[in-house]
């Protein structure tokens, strides 16, 4: 009898931390002693791992068993351990040589019959498996398609226990190794052709989309409020390499991907309804929390319909979000972190009745404040562009020009990026869309003429405008000028940019 070690993954959030397994089978009582801050599915672990063990013809150690998960401070999260817990204590019990545990990680689940069941958060785990020196990854064969993401490491899919210990022991085996990659289809996007009307509206989506700014849309019922949003993604230049697997490992953790499309290469669209929980929002559960939808709609788009409807706690949740681009979620076993830089889009009728008509309104001015002050102003004043939907007044006209497509705009839409990433690169800094440029290097580095912001000294002097939405307009005001060719922003982009504030819900 002796000891062995091999390699397993704890994941916090989309982070994660090798975890060394060690297994010493010596004399004493046959028991199972599990150390290192198991919850209760690793703790239920231990009979799954001697289950399958015993089902793929091994032979389970009889002597007295001690697994100890390091660090030991560290809390232990899920099922992904059971592979490495038994190959671990076979390799001390003698049953399998040690030699191909060094520098191996192993993750998943094990049937009773000794399948080898997928996990979620492989991604995440393979790219800290690789950070940590790991150079070989054994994972569930279903999980191949998702763990061939993860560049510069030996991927090995196990269908069962058996083919990884026979691997272990150098004879024939059944591991396969990842499939060749290929990039994902893209999937059909609305077309913004498709949306009658709203002139103002399609405008405010297109400089949404070239500035990556958040937008809040008001108007009666069926003018094509939850139309304009599930556009907007269209509109969007694909992910790039490193964000697309940033979005995939949120989606992983989640337990979103699918085995045959596991890159996520498109931002995602992701729409909430009013009913939902802070913790469905933002993320949450009892242990280490799970993502929620705004992490999931992270380098995408998160679409509240029905804005007003949504309790005033839950969404401003939204708020740190909105200014950090990421989660924190605390929790007794440590701090989660997701991803969440994504656009907001808000929609709400403009009272509780929603006429078709405004002159049909039954609600008293009491109730349409009331209705409205749901949506706190801090929440608001983090929205760039608000915009009033007309109503629709026709379902076509022949004498009219066709809408455009959402090919032409989102060509424009890339212009505009393009002219952006490459301004703010020529002066050493990496900010992808004017969204994310700080207010102090548009106020020092990028300063405008007197006569140009001279609009927003005006709402600042008469707090018309906050320091925040200053900022804000400021970089609306670029992305006009991105839109328009034009190397800096003129007075009338800077009036624009602060028309767009300055409209509210009636």
Known sequence: MGLAKSWSVALFGVDGLAVEIEADVGVGQPRTHLLGLPDASVGEGKERVKAAVRNSKEEWPKQRIV?????????????????????????????????????????????????VRPVTGILPALVAARRAGLKTAV???????????????????????????????????GLQPPPQATDPPLPPLPDLADVVGQPEARWALEVAAAGAHHLFLTGPPGTGKTMLAERLPGLLPPLTREDALSVTAVHSVAG????????????????????????????????????????????????????CEFGPKTIDTLRTALEDGEVRIPRRDGIARYPARFQLILATNPCPCAPPKEIDCICTTTARRRYQSRLSGPLLDRVDLRVRMRATTAMANADAAPPESTEVVRERVLKARSRAATRWSAHGHTWPTNAVVPGPALRREFALPRQTTALLDRALATGALTGRGADRCLRVAWTLADLAESDRPTPDHVAAALQFRERRTP
Do not use: Q
């Open 67 to 115: 697994l100890a998960l390091s660090p030991a401070n560290l809390p232990k999260v899920g099922s992904s351990y059971d592979l490495a817990i038994a190959c671990v204590t076979l390799a001390a019990a003698g049953s399998v040589p040690p030699e191909r545990l060094t520098g191996t990680v192993f993750l998943g689940e094990l049937a009773l019959d000794g399948r």
């Open 139 to 173: 994972v569930p064969a279903d999980s191949l398609p998702e763990a061939s993401l993860v560049d510069d490491l030996e991927i090995l899919g196990a269908p069962t226990l058996l083919d990884a210990l026979a691997w272990l022991r150098s004879e024939p085996h």
């Open 256 to 307: 979103l991907l699918s085995s045959a499309s596991p890159l996520v290469a498109s931002p995602p669209f992701v729409n909430v309804h009013h009913t939902t929980s802070i913790a469905a929002l933002i993320g949450g559960g009892s242990g280490m929390a799970k993502p929620g939808a705004a992490s999931r709609a992270h380098k995408g788009v998160l679409f509240l319909d029905e804005a």
